[in-house]
DNA sequence: GTCTATACGGCGATAGAC
DNA sequence: GTCTATCGCCGTATAGAC
């Protein structure tokens, strides 16, 4: 196992965090340099175009994606209440990922694009094995989109308001899974 | 009442698009020029800056925004289950309109985050009006914010998966609203 | 491996003709 | 009201020193 330099993941974080602070347009390789305290040369060194380094970003946002599907699918209340109740934006290394992301795939970067989709059908796959009825099992996926699409907006606000009654959303998760239940003992 | 003049629309229309199918990057002065088929120094004739361009286009989205919760208040299947019905991506002139607001929202161009942040608020006062159950009002929320999320995703395509099963979709909307009434009952 | 200096292109905006 | 021409800045990338 190569061990990548310790400069390569500065800068990697550097840039995750201008992404999903400042947007696409202010990450740029100045002000990435700066933020890991290398120059420019210096990133260049590392990642030769700027292409690379964010196909590096989606390299990372995959790394963490298959960690958290990992811990998706061994949580003890179930894939889908870890599912929804992980979606709220925290400070972790994969919500901050996540949300540059997002930046990135807005920016038409097609690997980031594909990385959100791959992690997406990871996710689904284990709801709807969860859930087994389709409709429920895309409404809870909804659910979990929607919270996400409150981390990718602009600013560094955690808003209180999506989200904040964590539990009272669970708790609908809940009713969502007993209708599913009832759903398909109906069709036999 | 002043008619502003065809111009100006059109250039609107062609920053619209070009935000929506290429992203905010690509939405440059010359490009939005040449869609709507005249020179950069005639849209800044228009739009004496790049910001009054977009500050023009979050306006109209305000607009649009107004008619659209006009069209939900009276929906006849009331508008919860107009709400989300009408979050799936199309080409109106609203889905085109919102979805290069949220390009612009990424970007960091504070009016466009203002836009979308009302036309949220509008949605949620009349979902809780006909809920009533907060919760539950957020679930119905974030189904539609996790609808239109996918509106957000870069390229034309159209992704059948995602709300491709509206009557199923509309069906978890129903169980939610039962829920919502069996839980007011309960508390009195 | 990291730096400085520089080439090059593109974008926003101004000036001024028609 | 719309055009062309041009300026200045900034972002990416290269060359080459240390």
Not at 4 to 19: E, H, I, Q, S
Not at 103 to 108: D, E, I, K, W
Not at 131 to 151: F, H, K
């Amino acid at each position: 196992m190569p061990r990548p330099p310790v400069a390569r993941d500065k800068l990697l974080d550097a840039y995750a965090a201008l992404l999903r602070r400042e947007g696409e347009r202010a990450a740029t390789l100045d002000a990435v340099a700066a933020k890991a305290g290398v120059s420019k040369g210096g990133l260049l060194y590392h990642f030769g175009t700027k292409e690379a380094l964010a196909e590096a970003l989606c390299e990372r946002m995959l790394d963490l994606g298959r960690e958290d599907v990992e811990k998706m699918r061994t949580a003890p209340d179930g894939p889908c209440a870890y599912y929804v109740r992980t979606s709220v934006n925290t400070k972790s290394a994969f919500d901050v990922t996540y949300a540059a992301m997002i930046r990135l795939s807005q920016a038409y970067v097609a690997p980031a694009s594909d990385a959100l989709g791959q992690i997406h059908r990871w996710w689904m796959d284990l709801i709807l094995e969860e859930i087994q009825e389709p409709s429920v099992a895309e409404t809870i996926m909804l659910i979990g989109d929607g919270l996400y699409s409150y981390a990718a907006l602009p600013g560094e606000l955690d808003r209180p308001e999506a989200g904040g009654d964590m539990d009272g959303l669970l708790r609908q998760v809940e009713v969502l899974k007993a209708s599913a239940k009832a759903q398909l003992a109906e069709r036999g």
